[in-house]
Structures are given as C-alpha cells and as structure tokens.
C-alpha cells in the first residue's frame, strides 16, 4: 500500500525551528520527485519546496522561503526532509508532502494540481 506519513510538526515561537519528516511506504522515494506544500486556514494550498532526481536533487522552493527551509532526501530510510528555521507566524498552517506516481510533471513542481498522492498533514503553529 502506497503510503506518505508527514511528522514533526507542533507549537514553536518565532524565530524557532522545526525539522518536518515525510516517510514514504509501498514505493521508493528515491524515483520520484517530493513536494512540501502547506495549507493556512481560509487559504489554498501553496507550494513550499520540492526534490526531484533529474537532475540529480534538483531542489525548488517557494519565493516566501528566503533561504529558511531545506529540503533533503535520506534514501536509506525513505525519507524526504523539511528543515525549517526563522520561523514566523505566517509560516503557521498545515503540512503535506506529496508525490506524482502516475505520469511525469509537466509544470511547475510546486503547483499542487501536478501531484497525485498526498500524505495526511502535521499542523505547523508560530506564535509572535
């Protein structure tokens, strides 16, 4: 059974950081390419960071990011990672991490429409 389990999410201040895990089960990661979105309430789900192996680790992230987050892959443990510091409340929202197994992305790798299979979310809240 194809599987995302995203964790790591939780209750920080600004100006902290959290390192969110996306395991994957039933496929190999390694293929294929991970995107990271988050979803605020009463807003629609926004990229926020992608990797994919061709090119080697080509890695993709969202203009609001500003170098705060890294995005990283652990292929042993068939992992995707999400590191995020300099935390901010508009940061606060929910995070998924999502895959494409049928077909091949065609647009942009942080337009969640590419995307077929998605994880259940770990809420991220900053508080000022």
């Not at 992608?50 to 292929?75: C, E, L, M, W």
């Amino acid at each position: 059974q194809v599987r995302l389990v995203e964790s790591g999410g939780g209750p920080v201040q600004a100006g902290d950081s959290l390192r969110l895990s996306c395991a994957a089960s039933g496929f190999s990661l390694d293929w294929y390419t991970i995107g990271w979105f988050r979803q605020a309430p009463g807003q629609e789900r926004e990229g926020v960071s992608s990797i994919r192996n061709f090119p080697h680790d080509t890695k993709d992230y969202a203009d609001f990011v500003q170098g705060r987050f890294t995005i990283s892959r652990d292929n042993a443990k068939n992992t995707v990672f999400l590191q995020m510091s300099e935390l901010k409340p508009e940061d606060t929202a929910v995070y998924y991490c999502a895959t494409r197994l049928a077909g091949m992305i065609s647009g942009s790798y942080l337009d969640a429409g590419e995307y077929d299979t998605w994880g259940q979310g770990t809420q991220v809240t900053v508080s000022s």
